[in-house]
């Protein structure tokens, strides 16, 4: 049965005249009294900026962490992934949208039993938390809480984000924080501001961050029309190589019609393209929400072996289980248990 969800005090904001304006995100938003971000659940009440969702948890899964995904930390483990309401960008396309777009009172977790239910999986190879699902950065309070719980009984924390918040606290909860997968919405500024109601450059400045202080994986949506075109997926991978290096992830995603952009799916000859365009950048890239085979597989970078098969995310073939490539020797990059 659903519980009252905790109000808690926010971080992040100043005080202006009557108001406040809350600092997590780009979208500084301006707040009067009962008046609610544009997340919905930061809200001004009587001069202060207080968080409506602070463990509230609109779902809970065990997953493989090649779901997140990540494939290069950790493969073949299990985590936890929790997910709250509410979102800080509007993306017409939402994948997530039945609670990235509305808040409703769920069930309430703790920080520490967040971590405790983690460690009940530890039979299953859990390694720790993947914050998911919804937007995680307007869950920041809680997951500050909760990894600290998390860290303490020896798991690890995991984002999969949007990006999109400012500089000091998302550099400030990095230090908390094991890996992330960052969804790198399109190429195109425009894009970001038609499509999703944000801006890219944060995002990018962020994920430059990020490279330096965690393990980094990249996500980008294929949406027919108007992100796909050869110029951004260029201009992206050729981004990805000089700030971040060419081993790390990239993991193209196929778009099926949801929420307010209704065209067709993304042909595979498109994704086969971005993947063949951004090999001639980097060393590991990604396909996924598509049915073709070696599109999820790790193959080695100097030779090219086979290292790990996904044909199916729940249970990969780890060949290269020494941390180096069978057949060559080379350094696996990536982070086993």
């Known amino acids: 049965m659903a519980r009252e969800v905790p109000v808690r005090s926010a971080a992040y904001y100043s005080r202006e005249g009557e108001g406040v304006r809350c600092r997590l995100c780009p979208n500084s938003c301006l707040l009067m009294s009962g008046q609610a971000g544009l997340c919905r659940v930061r809200e001004c009440r009587d001069g202060e900026l207080v968080t409506r969702s602070y463990g509230n948890v609109s779902s809970i899964a065990l997953d493989p962490i090649e ?109 908390r924080i ?29 994920v430059e961050t990020a490279g330096d202080l965690c393990h980094i994986e990249l996500t980008y949506l294929l949406i027919p029309g108007h992100n796909d075109d050869d110029d951004s997926i260029r201009g992206f991978v050729r981004w990805v190589r000089e700030q971040l290096g060419r081993n790390t992830p990239v993991h193209f995603s196929r778009y099926f019609p949801n929420y307010n952009l209704d065209i067709d799916p993304t042909p595979i000859s498109t994704m086969e393209r971005a993947r063949l365009l951004a090999q ?26 086979l290292l790990i098969q996904r044909s199916t ?18 350094e696996v990059p990536w982070i086993f248990q």
């Open 67 to 175: 779901k997140k995904p990540l494939y290069h930390f950790y493969p073949g483990s299990t985590i936890l992934s929790l997910g709250s309401f509410g979102c800080n960008l509007r993306c017409r396309y939402c994948q997530n949208w039945q609670i990235s777009q509305r808040v409703e009172e769920a069930h309430i977790l703790t920080p520490q039993s967040a971590a405790e239910i983690a460690q009940g999986y530890q039979k299953e190879r859990c390694i720790g938390v993947a914050f998911t699902y919804n937007e995680p950065t307007i869950w920041y309070e809680f997951i500050w809480d909760a990894a600290e719980h998390i860290k303490a009984a020896g798991m690890v924390s995991v984002l999969v984000t949007n990006g999109y918040m400012s500089p000091k606290p998302w550099r400030e909860l990095l230090a």
């Open 313 to 330: 995310v729940y249970n990969p073939r780890i060949i290269a289980d020494s941390g180096r490539c069978p057949a060559c020797g080379e």
């Open 178 to 206: 094991d890996a992330v997968n960052v969804d790198i919405k399109g190429w195109r500024g425009e894009f970001y501001g038609k499509m999703c109601g944000g801006m890219l450059q944060p995002v990018l400045d962020n």
């Open 280 to 305: 001639e950048w980097l060393d590991f890239v990604y396909l996924g929400n598509v049915n073709i085979a070696g599109a999820a597989d790790t193959y080695c970078a100097k030779c090219r072996s």
